[in-house]
């Protein structure tokens, strides 16, 4: 066994053995939020992600739900997912 090998075998035997699936809960709940702002702007008429020179205030709460939804979805980063 080289040296190397015996390294990368030691640091993965000292690594505690926890499981956390923080990054997956996170894009599954940003998905979920990506899917609400589109409901909404398709409700008002409009699609999500055309430009438009000013936006109504109705996009604009839109907007608003999307980023409050994704800044809870911060919290998933850190949860222990079983």
Avoid: D, E, R, W
């Avoid at 066994?1 to 390294?7: E, P, Q, R, T, Y």
């Avoid at 409700?43 to 109705?58: S, Y």
């Amino acid at each position: 066994m080289n040296f190397k090998s015996l390294a990368l075998f030691l640091t993965a035997a000292a690594v505690p053995q926890v499981v956390v699936a923080g990054p997956l809960a996170y894009g599954i709940c940003q998905t979920g939020c990506n899917a609400l702002v589109v409901a909404c702007y398709a409700g008002a008429g409009f699609t999500f992600g055309v430009a438009l020179p000013a936006a109504p205030p109705v996009l604009i709460a839109c907007n608003v739900g999307l980023g409050t939804c994704m800044a809870a979805c911060a919290a998933a980063v850190f949860a222990p997912t079983p």
